[in-house]
């Protein structure tokens, strides 16, 4: 391990993954958060590789790609909690097809012929993603982290004073904490709500970002079934909504009618951090300190994660 010294701020799938690649590069690390990462807004995340609700849409492609080719690897451990699923993407009819930048990522992209498509669809694309479950990704994360030497603290910061006061680099990864942390009134919540169900013999995901009536997704993991979605922007209340619930299962069984009666296991609501673009730079707040700002990731935190990991630990071997 190097001299050099980082504290990131934050313990989400950003911070996390931000930190490893610091440590990767010889810098040694402390990770400070408010809570633990079983807690965070990723812990709760549908988690499926896919960009949602995030720009610079060219610096977006980029950073997901690299994550893609960061997760592929991991599919093949157990104990990482990533795998790779097979599914469709689904198009309305009469809408551009925004997608073609990220989904050339996945080597096995085909397009499907409307016939085998659900009804007021006239487009799809069959491919494999990544599909992460993020109570176990996070303790893998965790893990990783510890064995590279990087060190956890629990503490919650009311500015990063105290950061910059401890370490020659601090990297900020606060996710919603940002509009505190550093004044970032651009910065605000899109709140999601999930269903998980019995997976049942669901094996391929379904994604539908473009229902009006929400972004709607079946991502069945190892043993259950993630269901999706809502996206209230500028909502910021955690308790789950029946009528919300509700017309989750209707969307999704549409689109997957062994769902019909599958059994709810749990809902859960998480607060996405979005803003106009994702803040990833660099700063000098003062004499000898350098700061890199990496949060505002919306819907796409876990899609993007390691490529902006690259990009953080790229920008402090600069320093």
């Known amino acids: 391990m190097g001299s050099a010294r980082a504290i990131v701020v934050g313990a989400g ?31 709760v995340a549908g988690a499926i590789w896919y960009p949602y609700k995030v720009a610079p849409r060219e610096r977006v492609a980029d950073w997901a790609r690299a994550t893609f080719a960061a997760l592929l690897p991991l599919a093949s451990d157990p104990s990482s909690g990533v795998s790779l699923c097979r599914g469709v993407e689904l198009l309305p009819r009469g809408l551009p097809d925004e ?53 956890f603290v629990v503490r919650a910061l009311d500015s990063l004073a105290p950061a910059l006061d401890a370490a020659p680099l601090v990297v900020n990864c606060s996710g919603l904490g940002a509009r505190e942390l550093v004044g970032d009134r651009e910065l605000r ?13 669901v094996e ?27 996206a209230d922007d500028g909502r910021e209340d955690l308790i789950p909504s029946e009528a919300t619930t509700r017309a989750i299962l209707e969307r999704c069984a549409a689109l997957e009618p062994r769902l019909a009666a599958a059994r709810v296991l749990s809902v859960s609501v998480g607060l996405r951090p979005a803003r106009s673009a994702v803040r990833l730079e660099r700063e000098t707040p003062r004499p000898g300190s350098t700061l890199i700002h990496n949060y505002g990731h919306g819907g796409a935190g876990v899609t993007l994660s390691w490529g902006c990991a690259h990009e953080v630990a790229a920008l402090a071997t600069l320093v």
């Not at 690649?21 to 633990?36: H, P, S, Y």
């Not at 919540?189 to 169900?197: D, E, K, P, S």
């Open 13 to 43: 799938v950003s911070g996390l993954s931000s930190a490893i690649g610091l440590l990767e590069r010889g810098i040694a690390v402390e990770v400070w958060t408010r809570e633990l990462p079983a807690r965070t807004t990723s812990s």
């Open 99 to 151: 997608a073609a930048d990220f989904r050339a990522a996945a080597s096995d992209v085909r397009a499907r012929h409307p016939e085998f498509l659900p009804d007021g669809f006239d487009r799809g694309f069959e491919l494999s993603v990544p599909v992460v479950e993020m109570p176990i990704y996070l303790e893998w994360l965790l893990a990783r982290l510890r064995s590279l030497g990087g060190e």
């Open 189 to 201: 919540a899109i709140r999601g709500q999930l269903v998980r169900v019995e997976r049942g013999a």
């Open 204 to 230: 391929r995901f379904t994604l539908d970002d473009y229902d009006p009536r929400g972004v709607t997704y079946v991502i069945p993991r190892s043993k259950d079934c993630i269901l999706g979605g809502s």
